[in-house]
DNA sequence: TTGTAGGCGTTATCAG
DNA sequence: CTGATAACGCCTACAA
């Protein structure tokens, strides 16, 4: 394994006129970090990071924490964080949380363990209390998902808002039985899509329905086709239903049209997310968007603030609703 | 910043007695043990692994090299790697290959900082060598795509069997004027479905045909639908369709019904690697699936291996043909 | 402009 | 079973 100090012996030079090549200061001669430049590569050098974290007390390492690595979702917020945080020279790390009681502990320690100059968590809201005490005296912020009343700054869209636009979309095509399939509760937007649902409803003085709010516990796509042959089978056909998400939308679709019914003719559905092939399945799918790269752009700036010593506020960035032909 | 030192100071012990503990060595009497943790858990303390890796010169993180996040054909092979990694302890970490001439240096300065025990590359074969030339004396392997010939352990499925089967598939229905949809020709697999394809058809006495072969330069939806339209404009329209994936197979189909033609009846549209999607998708996909987690698996116990200083031999898993109705 | 030397926090060797 | 102490590789005052 070489060293500096091999470098240095090589070069001619002492080990901190190594570390100054090394480091772009200015205050070394022309012809002197040619021959430390070439010594470096003669004997094929790399820093040990480990060393230099050591000694620096920071890593530039950002760690990304996310439940889902399967969902393409996250993939362009990632971009967002990504492209914000090598134009500060940051790297950036994902990790997929696993929250499985047993190997808790050893994540957990991960984040501890000061590996990272910061930690971006995008983890559902009711796992982010875990992070939140490991991460303990670390800088981090919340993306998408965040405790409310929390400290931690956080980006996000208005969830609430986004499921009253919808809502209200469908009330003004004449849909009166909006059903919702939401996903799990255990993320912090299906209370608050819950919520606004609700209260778009009740603001139109629409009563409850039986049957008409199914928890899946997931986004799969055939846990909305489920959850809408559920739907289908009651005696109160709904006219319009709102999923949680683009995939959980296409399986209800899929539950409709074997039903032998038409979208958005006789059942209007609309998803959320706007993924990539919710603008290539039959019918095209109307859907809320999030600007996920922004989510993510804002997010690292959030961190980098944090990491600076600041206090930097909350974030609440616009969704906005695609009209395609599914609703 | 709490140190070993301190904690040995807050429970009267010297600080190798709280190494010893920190990493379970028998040696501890239980009462002297017990004093450990508590001033552990008193001061809060967390281990500052760069000061471990130094000494031990070990980090036991994997990193995990991909060029799409956004693809979740990589997320169930990262996966099996993490099931596999951190049954033996070790953390998996996943980097997005940014294939950016200008920070390319900087991404490769992570691969040769020596921050992680081994590494897994997923990339394209032909940024493989790149990887190679800085990952150089570090243990990696590499996953579904590899530098033909090289001496760096892999796992794969066959391609070119793969593609191979898919035509005689297809010929096998009567299909007799098979198009190929393909790919990005960085990729090892595009070249090797392409020769599986080409075989096929010669040993079944079938010439090329203009304009059979499209190289779409990515997989994309849109470009699968771009593709099977120039195809459908041709004098000589094909009766079914070879898509080296099942974004590009269902952006074809879509194209195939824009232009008033049925799948299969009149163009059976075979993809690649079984995504989620593909069997919600109307008509349901017929594909060829890839073994993804079992590949994560296998690869990370050929880099286990690789680590432990042997020389294991690359491995080919079987794929399947999954057949629905789109062939 | 360059060199010397100390220490970052941890583990491991060697005594006791 | 426990303690003192010497590295690990790097950076950075401070000195020259």
Redesign the interface.
Known sequence: ?VAVADVARHAGVSTATVSRVLNNHASVRGETRERVLRAISAL?Y??????R??RTAQ?RLI?VLLP?????Y???I??GI?AVA?SH?Y??????T?VNEA?ER??V??L????YDGVICMDPYTTQRLVAEEV?GQPWVACSEFVPGDQVPHVSIDHYLAAKDAVLYLLSKGRRRIALINSDSRYLYAGQRLNGYLDALRAADIGEREGYIQNTGGV???LG?LAARRMLAGADRPDAILAVSDTLA??AI?AV?AAGLAVPDDIAVIGFDDI??AG???PPLTTIGQPRELLGERAMHLLLQRMAGQSPASETLPHRLVIRQSA
């Not at 790297?91 to 997929?96: I, W």
């Not at 501890?112 to 590996?115: A, E, F, K, V």
């Open positions: 394994m094929d790399r820093v040990d990071v480990s060393a974290s050591l890593t760690l889902d690595l399967g969902n393409s996250y993939a362009s990632v971009r990504s090598r020279d790297e950036v790390l994902v990790c997929e696993v190997r050893a994540h320690q991960m501890s363990s000061r590996l303990k799969d796509y055939y086709e296409i399986g899929k049209v990539p092939f290539i399945f039959e």
